[in-house]
């Protein structure tokens, strides 16, 4: 089993910026390819972006290309997620996700418990 911990999660103006992160531990191996989704209340789990175990690869939604950056520390298991310039729609909650093999979409086999994003404007 792989166990995600995310934090970082806060209340930041529009415009502002904001970076989680996720620490993975058990099975990390397992752990080819981490990512992020959101879901904002009342809407459905939303793919953000991955990145691969080299961090060589990574693929954005549309929605936030350009504005936010994931990266990776494999000596630490962990994947962050740099927000800039974030928009009120923004909010949502941020999961992190892992899986073992790169696929688009990303299809994760773990799951964070989530942290909270709200963007105010």
């Known amino acids: 089993q792989v166990q995600l911990v995310e934090s970082g999660g806060g209340l930041v103006q529009a415009g502002g910026s904001l970076r989680l992160s996720c620490a993975a531990s058990g099975r990390t191996f397992s752990t080819d390819v981490m990512g992020w989704f959101r879901q904002a209340p009342g809407k459905e789990r939303e793919f953000v972006g991955s990145i691969t175990r080299s961090g060589g690869t990574t693929y954005y939604a549309s929605s936030v290309k350009g504005r936010f950056t994931i990266s990776r520390d494999n000596a630490k298991n962990t994947v962050y997620l740099q927000m800039n310039s974030l928009k009120p729609e923004d909010t949502a909650v941020y999961y992190c996700?892992?899986?073992?093999?790169?696929?688009?979409?990303?299809?994760?086999?773990?799951w964070g418990q989530g942290t909270q994003v709200i963007a105010s404007s």
């Open positions: 996700a892992a899986e073992a093999m790169w696929n688009i979409p990303m299809q994760p086999d773990y």
